[in-house]
């Protein structure tokens, strides 16, 4: 088993939709949660950074973390054709330690 | 958010050459990274530095290799290439939070 499996997509959606990211995790020490969007041929950027379990919402994006199941979840509101992209969770157990990345998710959002 | 920078981009080289691909950032982040990603597949972290004169051996086993004798620069030098080198290397940079940030990436093609 992995330590970070993530929703395989490919997901396509209408634009305006709601979307849900999600990946689960074994290790219980993971502390730190990111999600980054990759668009193709570029290197990841970083959208959202959370510590231990709960929501962050930054404008159109809320990112939830529930360490009781090893869980967390990236929403995506109104979604955009420019949100198309490789979303990419990652994990980290201490603070400044090396990062697990999940595999990601490709997102399309079709006009 | 951190300016990191990667050149080539693009490079295509024959088989048995010997090429470098630099990293440099300018937000003084000690720790630093450098991941290998095939397309569409999972990110793999082949070399890190906490700082100067620091470098390890990351999960994925690489003939790379890395130096990093200034804060800002962390070169990644292939003695002679193979075409089982071509892939996406992404090099990445962390501060004082527990975040990373990604460089453009360097797309290596070995004929």
């Known amino acids: 088993q992995k330590e970070v499996e993530q929703d395989p997509g490919p997901l396509s959606v209408p634009e305006g939709a709601i979307v849900s990211l999600n990946c689960t995790y074994s290790?219980?020490?993971?502390?730190?949660f990111m999600w980054y969007r990759q668009y193709s041929r570029k290197g990841p950027e970083l959208l959202m950074y959370?510590?231990?379990?709960g929501n962050k919402e930054d404008g159109r994006f809320t990112a939830q973390v529930d360490k009781s199941s090893k869980y967390i979840s990236l929403f995506i509101r109104d979604s955009q054709p420019s949100d198309s992209a490789t979303y990419l969770c990652?994990?980290?157990?201490?603070?400044?330690?090396?990062?697990?990345f999940g595999p990601g998710t490709r997102l399309s959002v079709l006009p | 958010e951190a300016d990191i920078y990667q050149t080539p981009r693009y490079l295509v080289i024959g088989t048995g050459k010997k090429i470098t691909l630099e990293c440099s950032q300018t937000m003084g982040h000690d720790k630093m990274y450098w991941y290998q990603q095939d397309p569409g597949m999972e990110l793999h972290l082949i070399h890190y530095s906490y700082g100067v004169n620091s470098t390890e051996k990351g999960d994925l086993s690489s003939e790379s290799t890395v130096s990093r004798i200034r804060t800002e620069h962390f070169p990644l030098t292939l003695e002679s290439a193979r075409p089982s080198h071509t892939s996406q290397y992404l090099c990445?940079?962390?501060?004082?939070?527990?975040?990373?940030?990604f460089g453009e990436g360097s797309w290596l093609t070995v004929v």
């Open positions: 990445a940079s962390g501060g004082s939070g527990n975040t990373i940030y």
């Open positions: 990652a994990m980290s157990s201490s603070y400044g330690q090396n990062f697990v």
């Open positions: 290790n219980s020490a993971f502390q730190y």
């Open positions: 959370t510590y231990s379990s």
